[in-house]
């Protein structure tokens, strides 16, 4: 009898929990999976269904040149766009309008960057930083959708493992531990970074500090990005920490020339990592949850 108490409490509990965050919900949105990017399905300014990839990392929406002449626009500025291999000026709009499926997003100013209108069109643009400040996202890639919480509602109940973060330049840094086989412990500072799809890309500063070339078998290999690209070696890491979530032979990419963040950050994380996992973020509380 009383385990069968326990047992209903325990439904109970569990019926509340998920209520809780049901009630926050404004939008789930299906997704699709491509390179371990994740890609969305939005209206712009109630034009079409256009593809974009969510980017924690990306402190500024982008449009492709293509989709901004069909919206015909007026420039109202101009922006320095960093990349992982350099930096390229892009001209900004303002008044445009994201809609993804209940959710509506605004941001202040988007830009175009000119030389993506050289290459194949892969997508439609990027949303980045501003709209994980407007809603909690909640990143289910085996179900591949997203569901988007308002952040004054949004309560979490669960047992994920809860990482906090500070924000640098808009993007989420959090701790984490690299463990070799050799017992070796490195501890840093990492980007959140949902626009890239390695596990984890290290600057060549942290790699050469650590002769991690010389610690782990490798294999070349190249990053493309703003500015155009960039040679990495191609590694595994036998085991990744954030907080007490652990990801083991995390696949990562050591860049033999340059950094994909500033020092003395040691890296940043991609989706070949988070990909693996629920992800939540919720700036509100400057918080991400792994589940």
Same mark, same amino acid.
């Given at each position: 009898?009383?385990?069968?108490?326990?047992?209903?409490?325990?439904?109970?509990?569990?019926?509340?929990?998920?209520?809780?965050?049901?009630?926050?919900?404004?939008?789930?949105?299906?997704?699709?999976?491509?390179?371990?990017?994740?890609?969305?399905?939005?209206?712009?300014?109630?034009?079409?269904?256009?593809?974009?990839?969510?980017?924690?990392?990306?402190?500024?929406?982008?449009?492709?040149?293509?989709?901004?002449?069909?919206?015909?626009?007026?420039?109202?500025?101009?922006?320095?766009?960093?990349?992982?291999?350099?930096?390229?000026?892009?001209?900004?709009?303002?008044?445009?309008?994201?809609?993804?499926?209940?959710?509506?997003?605004?941001?202040?100013?988007?830009?175009?960057?000119?030389?993506?209108?050289?290459?194949?069109?892969?997508?439609? +643009?990027? &949303? *980045?930083? %501003?709209?994980?400040?407007?809603? @909690? !996202?909640?990143?289910?890639?085996?179900? #591949?959708?997203?569901? /988007?919480?308002?952040?004054?509602?949004?309560?979490?109940?669960?047992?994920?493992?809860?990482?906090?973060?500070?924000?640098?330049?808009?993007?989420?840094?959090?701790?984490?531990?690299?463990?070799?086989?050799?017992?070796?412990?490195?501890?840093?500072?990492?980007?959140?970074?949902?626009?890239?799809?390695?596990?984890?890309?290290?600057?060549?500063?942290?790699?050469?500090?650590?002769?991690?070339?010389?610690?782990?078998?490798?294999?070349?290999?190249?990053?493309?990005?703003?500015?155009?690209?960039?040679?990495?070696?191609?590694?595994?890491?036998?085991?990744?920490?954030?907080?007490?979530?652990?990801?083991?032979?995390?696949?990562?990419?050591?860049?033999?020339?340059?950094?994909?963040?500033?020092?003395?950050?040691? +890296?940043? &994380? *991609?989706? %070949?990592?988070?990909?693996?996992? @629920? !992800?939540?973020?919720?700036?509100?509380? #400057?918080?991400?949850? /792994?589940?």
């Amino acid at each position: 009898m009383a385990a069968m108490v326990r047992g209903i409490l325990a439904v109970i509990a569990l019926t509340l929990c998920v209520g809780r965050a049901e009630d926050s919900l404004v939008a789930t949105v299906p997704a699709k999976l491509h390179h371990n990017r994740i890609l969305l399905s939005a209206k712009v300014n109630d034009s079409g269904q256009h593809t974009f990839l969510i980017d924690s990392a990306a402190t500024i929406p982008t449009i492709h040149p293509a989709l901004m002449d069909k919206l015909k626009l007026e420039p109202s500025g101009r922006v320095r766009i960093n990349g992982i291999a350099g930096v390229e000026r892009a001209p900004t709009y303002r008044n445009v309008t994201f809609q993804l499926g209940k959710a509506t997003y605004k941001p202040r100013r988007v830009a175009s960057i000119p030389s993506e209108r050289d290459h194949s069109r892969r997508r439609d +643009g990027v &949303i *980045g930083s %501003g709209f994980f400040e407007t809603f @909690v !996202v909640e990143i289910r890639p085996k179900e #591949k959708i997203v569901k /988007l919480h308002s952040p004054t509602a949004f309560e979490y109940r669960g047992k994920g493992e809860i990482v906090p973060f500070r924000l640098r330049e808009e993007i989420p840094v959090v701790d984490g531990v690299i463990e070799l086989k050799d017992g070796a412990t490195l501890k840093g500072e990492f980007e959140v970074d949902t626009g890239c799809d390695s596990g984890i890309c290290l600057g060549e500063h942290f790699v050469k500090e650590y002769s991690l070339l010389e610690k782990l078998s490798s294999k070349a290999s190249e990053k493309f990005g703003v500015g155009g690209s960039v040679d990495t070696a191609d590694v595994k890491i036998p085991r990744f920490r954030l907080g007490e979530k652990e990801f083991k032979d995390a696949q990562s990419d050591l860049f033999l020339d340059g950094s994909p963040v500033d020092k003395p950050l040691a +890296g940043h &994380i *991609g989706m %070949g990592v988070l990909g693996r996992t @629920v !992800v939540i973020f919720d700036y509100s509380r #400057k918080r991400i949850i /792994l589940e």
